[in-house]
């Protein structure tokens, strides 16, 4: 972190000395409360509590553990409130489409999983009556079946809740009783019109699902209440809860530090989400056809993406190994050593369903190069530059086609989130698009989390633009510059 703090805030506004908030940040396979503070005009992020997260089996099909979940986001916030006291507000963003339903201000029971196959049945509900042809220009979503209007086809307890509240707005309801429907996660649910930002209530109609389940929608920076109750007795304190970018993607792109308006970004980890940031959707039938989806970004941008099979390839296969040797792999002396291979390097769809669940990962990647006529890599350094070389032609298939959609010419690629630290894939991620690469920063999604309140709270001047926000990210965190070779 070597650039000035002056250049951090823009000319004429003051800088406070010292500022801190607490971000939640839940993922589907762990969730963690950080500390972020402004300190001399940069941000600075301080990890606090990370708990785990995942699936669990009931008799009626998959649900999250969410009673366990929110007891660790309580704890979280606790202990962030005995490192910093004097903390300002709280936000939370987590994954998209899933929900909880509130009847008689309780929780009617755990929320389901979006891998439940239940939600087969709700797209065959939801199709017979709104074919995806009619779909796209109503909501710009791309087609994927565990979208919230599909799960709300196949849930029959829907009609008996007074509300339903995605992930990051059930935790506010509960900490504050403020219920309410960020737009950034509320666009994913496929029943938001693209075009107005409001609820599509003909389409809900149609579709059987009740108005009255679809709480108010509130913009990014609103001010949702003061923790109360059991929360406020069980945390020690009362601050209040600020509506951030909730959907963790829509907090990650508010933190890219956007090199110029034809830069595209990546955000890697388990996925890659590979899109531009636009000011309209793009509604083509060719963005259709490519499965490019529009979703609500901070300050009313719109996140153009395709999702992309990303690091899940790789963790999977070094679990594989793992358990083979009953022994941890060394990751960096593994990528060093793919990042020797020479030679050809074969490449398989890293989007291939048959790669999407989990178990033998190496055996499945093989068996799909043995079937294209590919030869399948003998060791496993060269697996894994195999592996990294897949994602990564993806990744720039991907830019090429929201180049051509779009009618952008793309001049730089931004890569943050945990991706940003993998070398080998950031260079072949510039080699294969022809793209420089800017990798970091890696805590994005926390650090947009943190931005989105401390503008609410009026760190940066009352006129703060996202690009405001964003110098305030590059005057914190270093970027890693890759330049495409041949």
Known sequence: MTAQADSAVPAGRDVPARR??????LGATSGRVMIGRLEDGMLRLEPVARFPNGPVAGPDGLHWDFSALYGHILDGLRLALEREPALESVGIDSWAVDYGLIRDGALVAEPFHYRDDRTARGVEAVHAVAPFDELYPRNGLQFLPFNTLYQFAADDRLTGAD??????????????????????????????DVQTGAWDLDLAARLGIPASVLPTVVDPGTRLGDVSG??????????PVIAVGSHDTASAVAAVPLSSPDAAYISCGTWGLVGLELDAPVLSDAARAANFTNEGG??????????????????????????????????????????????????????????????????????????????????????????????????????ATAARLTGRELDAVHLVGGGSLNRLLCQATA???????????????????VLVQGRAQG??????????????????VSLVHYEPRG
């Open 431 to 449: 080699d294969r698009s022809g793209l420089p690469v800017l990798a970091g920063p890696v805590e994005a999604t926390a650090l947009g989390n």
């Open 459 to 476: 760190w940066f001047g009352p006129e703060a633009t996202l690009e405001d926000l964003r110098a305030v990210v590059a005057a914190s």
């Open 230 to 239: 059991a929360a406020s007795t069980h945390i020690g304190a009362a601050p």
């Open 163 to 192: 509300v339903a509240l995605l992930i990051p707005d059930l935790v506010a309801y509960l900490l504050t009783g403020s219920q309410g429907a960020e737009r950034t996660n509320a666009s994913t649910t496929g029943l938001l």
């Open 298 to 399: 901070v300050d009313g941008r719109v996140r153009f993406l395709h999702n992309v099979t990303g690091l899940w390839l790789l963790s999977e296969t070094v679990r594989a190994w793992e358990e083979e040797d009953g022994a941890p792999v060394d990751l960096p002396e593994l990528l060093d050593a793919a990042a020797a291979v020479t030679g050809d390097v074969p490449l398989f769809d890293a989007d291939d369903p048959r790669l999407a669940a989990p178990g033998d990962m190496p055996a499945r990647i093989a068996a799909v190069l043995a079937e294209a006529g590919s030869p399948v890599p003998a060791s496993r350094s060269a697996l894994a530059r195999t592996i990294v070389e897949s994602i990564a032609q993806a990744f720039a298939d991907a830019l």
């Open 20 to 25: 801190a908030v607490a971000a939640v940040d």
